[in-house]
């Protein structure tokens, strides 16, 4: 299984930017997906996850309100809309699929990560 995300840059703060999450695995729709991100000297935070029947959805209190996950089954894609970045949301964003223990764990696939910098 392959996550492959896209979708990061530079941004100034209070813009938007969406990042995707390709998984290339046939059982897409049964995965639990999550993004986290880990900043310079920081350990890595969930931001948000999602339960894969889409009935439970979690977000950090952080983000809560800027930032919505999502999926595509059809294109086997994850997303992460951000919304009203901050300096503080600079980072590398890294999209997790598998069976969610908690929202910050059990994942068993991982991506390589999309840079985000936001420039205040």
């Known amino acids: 299984v392959q996550l492959v995300e896209s979708g990061g840059g530079l941004v100034q703060a209070g813009d938007s930017l969406r990042l995707a999450c390709v998984i290339s695995?046939?059982?897409?729709?049964?995965?639990?997906i999550a993004w986290f991100r880990q900043a310079p000297g920081k350990e890595r935070e969930v931001v948000a996850a999602?339960?894969?029947?889409?009935?439970?959805?979690y977000y950090a209190d952080s983000v809560k309100g800027r930032f919505t996950i999502s999926k595509e089954s059809a294109a086997k894609t994850a997303f992460l809309q951000m919304n009203n970045l901050r300096s503080e949301d600079t980072a590398v964003y890294l999209c997790?699929?598998?069976?969610?223990?908690?929202?910050?764990?059990?994942?068993?696939?991982w991506g390589q990560g999309t840079q985000v910098t936001v420039s205040s």
């Open positions: 997790a699929a598998g069976s969610m223990i908690t929202p910050s764990s059990g994942y068993k696939y």
């Open positions: 695995d046939g059982a897409f729709d049964y995965f639990d």
């Open positions: 999602m339960r894969f029947s889409g009935d439970r959805i």
